[in-house]
């Protein structure tokens, strides 16, 4: 089965602070995705990334940046947090080549206070 | 962009009860999936759906792509089927292909 582990359940921040949030995928992926979900609003795609050091902005991609050293990690960074990215974050990976299905991973809950 | 809605946003079920879910989208679309989301944030696939139907033990999706809709069953209800639905619809952009994911129609299965 596919895996993908998220560093942390739960995160509690300050304003201002650099934070960052990683995903680890264990099935050899190309591509890995991270999004952020709100009430009402879904969710909602950040970054991309289809290979190693490759990234693409996704649909809110303010405030954010991404690292992609290896295929099996990929890093999403919030340079300055503040109180409007308090949100769940996900992330989610899928081979490349032919369209499969996305894998997620547990989803950081991030507070920023 | 592509727009992605869900219908009802919200249901409340007795257990044992048959339900459909709803999902209109507004463009052509490469694939479309159904995921369930559970009371702990996991996002689970539930099917992989572009055209078509399937069934999966209670669950079943039919996804007629020519009109833009795709239909989840959720038959005999049960307590463990609460949690968020979610559509999402797949656009290839040339590098990888992307989700677009509809609100999400939340579900409450009661004894």
């Known amino acids: 089965d596919v895996k993908v582990t998220q560093s942390s359940r739960y995160l509690v921040k300050r304003t201002g602070e650099k934070v960052f949030l990683e995903c680890v995928q264990d099935?050899?992926?190309?591509?890995m995705f991270w999004y952020r979900q709100d009430p009402g609003l879904g969710l909602r795609l950040i970054y991309f990334s289809y290979d190693v050091k490759m990234k693409e902005k996704g649909d809110i991609p303010e405030g954010y940046s991404v690292s992609r050293e290896k295929k099996e990690r990929f890093s999403l960074i919030l340079e300055s947090a503040s109180t409007n990215q308090t949100s769940m974050y996900l992330c989610?990976?899928?081979?490349?080549?032919?369209?499969?299905?996305?894998?997620f991973g547990p989803g950081t809950r991030l507070t920023v206070t | 962009g592509i727009q992605v809605e869900q219908s009802p946003p919200d249901l409340i079920l007795q257990e044992g009860a048959n339900s459909t879910l709803r999902c209109n989208f507004s463009d052509s679309v490469n694939n479309l999936q159904w995921f369930h989301q559970n009371p702990w944030g996991q996002l689970i696939n539930l099917f992989y759906?572009?055209?078509g139907t399937k069934q999966n033990g209670r669950l079943s999706a039919t996804t007629v792509a020519t009109e833009r809709y795709s239909l989840l069953y959720i038959s005999s209800s049960q307590t463990t089927d609460s949690g968020v639905y979610f559509c999402a619809v797949e656009r290839n952009t040339g590098t990888a292909s992307k989700l677009t994911f509809g609100t999400g129609t939340r579900l409450q299965v009661t004894l």
């Open positions: 989610a990976s899928v081979p490349g080549g032919v369209t499969y299905e996305q894998y």
């Open positions: 099935m050899d992926h190309e591509n």
């Open positions: 759906i572009p055209s």
